[in-house]
């Protein structure tokens, strides 16, 4: 098992910054690939981009390309998401996700913490 721990979040005018950070603890040999996802009041949960053992980036929203900048300390198994210049769309929670080696799909989850933009 793996335990994600999130901090950061809150709330930001548009146009602002945000950092959330994720710890995780556990099987971090299950920590292949960490990455964020996130789901606005009524809408779907959405990947937002994520970061593989390799340093490896994937985007998931053509939106936030150039504004979040995702980073990975696999010694401390951590992962960060830098939101820079934030529009009022980002509002949403916000979820640390981890990917196991051979899998296709998320196992582990963080709690979610809340970001919001005012406008």
């Known amino acids: 098992q793996v335990q994600l721990v999130e901090s950061g979040g809150g709330l930001v005018q548009a146009g602002g910054s945000l950092r959330l950070s994720c710890a995780a603890s556990?099987?971090?040999?299950?920590?292949?690939?960490m990455g964020w996802f996130r789901q606005a009041p009524g809408k779907d949960r959405k990947f937002v981009v994520a970061?593989?053992?390799?340093?490896?980036?994937?985007y998931g929203l053509d939106s936030v390309k150039g504004r979040f900048t995702i980073s990975r300390d696999t010694a401390e198994h951590t992962v960060s998401l830098q939101m820079n210049s934030l529009p009022f769309e980002a509002t949403a929670v916000y979820y640390c996700?981890?990917?196991?080696?051979?899998?296709?799909?998320?196992?582990?989850w963080g709690q979610g913490p809340q970001v919001t933009v005012s406008s």
């Open positions: 996700a981890v990917r196991a080696p051979g899998r296709l799909s998320y196992s582990y």
């Open positions: 556990g099987r971090t040999s299950s920590l292949h690939v």
């Open positions: 970061m593989n053992k390799n340093g490896e980036i994937t």
